[in-house]
């Protein structure tokens, strides 16, 4: 019997400007947003970011407020088509408790990346939903500072691509604002 290394396991995350090569074209435009108004540093000013520079991405995009001692996050802002993929508005509650993605840690260890590294971090997530739909999901995410270098927010977008609405167009109706 042929003997079969086992693989290592695959780290979907990116946290380097490769992603950009990989990533959809909406994904890529909220990164560059972002990317101009860091101005040399290492995270912008949650101050520095102008909703309306960014309109047609809003329902895409989450603010997590990031608490300390002990460390957790907490949703403060869905947009709309994040309500529509989960079904719930999460607003106010903790993400430990309202996660979007395959399990509860998974979720929590991508905002943990982004307070440790205070730098950008792209997922790409394949998950089945407890309804049975498989949602294919790229997400970004992006520290805010209000000063100096610790995270304060986590900006995220979040885009589903085609696989989520399948070929079925009255899968279409569920995320309305899916085409942006």
């Known amino acids: 019997m042929p003997h079969r290394r086992s693989m290592p396991p695959i780290d979907r995350r990116i946290d380097s400007l490769q992603f950009l090569d990989i ?6 435009e909220v990164f560059h947003y972002w990317d101009g108004q860091r101005a040399g540093r290492s995270m912008p000013l949650r101050a520095d970011i102008d909703p309306n520079a960014i309109r ?26 994040e309500v529509y993929a989960r079904g719930n508005d999460p607003t106010g509650k903790r993400v ?9 840690q998974d979720v929590v260890a991508n905002y ?32 805010l500072s209000t000063g100096g ?12 691509g085609d696989a989520w609405a399948g070929s079925r ?8 604002v899916l085409d942006e």
Not at 56 to 81: A, C
Not at 96 to 104: L, M, P, Q, T, Y
Not at 149 to 158: C, F, L, R, T
Request: glycine fraction near 4%; include cysteine.
């Open 96 to 104: 430990a408790d309202n996660w979007f993605g395959a399990n509860a």
């Open 56 to 81: 047609r991405h809003l329902p895409g995009i989450s603010l997590v407020e990031v608490k300390r001692d002990p460390l957790d996050f907490v949703y403060r802002l869905i947009g709309t088509r």
């Open 23 to 28: 990533c959809s074209p909406p994904v890529a």
């Open 112 to 143: 943990e990346r982004v307070v440790a590294s205070r730098s950008f971090l792209y997922d790409k997530e394949t998950f089945t939903r407890a309804d049975g739909r498989r949602v294919v999901d790229e997400s970004l995410f992006l520290p």
């Open 169 to 176: 167009p009255s899968a279409r109706k569920l995320l309305p």
């Open 149 to 160: 270098d610790e995270v304060a927010q986590i900006m995220v977008y979040s885009f589903y």
